[in-house]
Every structure is written in C-alpha cells, then in structure tokens.
C-alpha cells in the first residue's frame, strides 16, 4: 500500500483503492519491503497511520537478520522498528494494529525459531505495547509468528503466552500444509 491517497505512483496501490476492494487487512513493513524497495521506518509508519485512518488493519512486521540475531541485537532491533512505524499511532487507533515478529533469518529458510527465542521476542513486543498504550491494548493486540511456521512446529509456537497466530507464508501455498497447519493451531488454541 502506498502512503498517499492519489497519484501518479505506479506499481503501487492505495489505502482507498484497497478499501473499495473490500480489503481489510494490509502488511506493511515486511522484510522483502525494507530490503528491496528502501523502505524504512519512517515510511512504514506513514503507511502505518494511512492504513489506520483509512479503516484498513496494518499486520506491522519486524524481525531482525541472522547477523543482527548472532550480535545479540534482536531486542533492540525489534524496538526500533516498532517504535518507528507506531509513532504517533494513538490509543484509540492502536487496538487496530495487528504486530508480526519475522525474524528475518527463517523467512522461507526453512529454519525456524525455537519456541523459546519466538517467545521472548513476543513478550518483549507486548511490553512494548503496555508501555505505549496500555496494559488492555496490550492484551488484545494480536501479536503474529511469521519465520516459517509449519504443521509440524505450529503447535509448539502457538502454544506460547504471546503468540497468538502465525503469518503464513510458503505452507499456505500447498493445500495439504496449509490445511495440517490449521489443524495444528486448532489443536493449541
């Protein structure tokens, strides 16, 4: 999605375009974003304030790359990120706001996060979250696994406090995985 309402801004789409689809939903700051197209923080959280003020559901994601994970700046990299694309979100636009940690090293990778390092990730974004808007925003923030989650992992993450659904990638592309991999979530939650 495209920050601006109108435009000449071709290959790009905007948040009214969108809604007279009928879409509801829209992810902004993926990986692939950031890395191919330059986005940044700062123009996630221009997409990010769009999206809310447009009725259309951000799926905000952040992650960090095997090197900033192996330098021990996971933590710092994911609140940076967050914090950059929710400025200047309020508290009555933020429950809108669906968070996605993607620890960019297990995106279509096939390697996975342990239960326990997708966790504390997830934790660590829900205290974010109390911090700027509130114990209960907190709580009711939908906060997404997206690092190659599979049937056969899914239920060990989902059955974490703080992961509250997966952003499917690669096993949505394959009928029988996808369909394992709700099962596997029906089973958990």
């Not at 400025?87 to 009555?92: A, L, Q």
């Not at 933020?94 to 279509?108: F, L």
């Not at 997966?166 to 096993?171: D, S």
Request: aromatic share 6%.
């Amino acid at each position: 999605m495209h920050p601006e309402l109108s435009g000449a801004f071709t290959g790009e789409i905007s948040a009214p375009m969108l809604r007279a689809l009928f879409v509801t939903h829209v992810i902004l700051g993926h990986s692939e974003r950031r890395a191919w197209f330059g986005e940044t923080d700062a123009s996630v959280n221009q997409k990010v304030l769009t999206a809310l003020k447009n009725q259309l559901r951000p799926i905000l994601c952040v992650g960090e790359t095997l090197a900033e994970r192996e330098a021990g700046a996971t933590l710092k990299v994911v609140q940076t990120q967050t914090e950059g694309a929710l400025e200047g979100v309020s508290r009555e636009l933020a429950p809108g706001v669906i968070v996605a940690y993607e620890p960019i090293w297990a995106i279509g990778s096939g390697k996975v996060a342990t239960a326990e390092q997708a966790q504390e990730v997830h934790a660590f974004l829900r205290s974010m979250l109390t911090k700027l808007f509130g114990e209960g925003i907190a709580q009711r923030t939908r906060i997404l696994y997206g690092g190659s989650m599979k049937p056969a992992n899914a239920g060990e993450l989902l059955g974490q406090g703080d992961i509250d659904g997966g952003l499917i990638g690669g096993a949505s592309l394959e009928a029988r995985s996808f369909t394992d991999l709700i099962q596997a979530a029906a089973e958990v939650k």
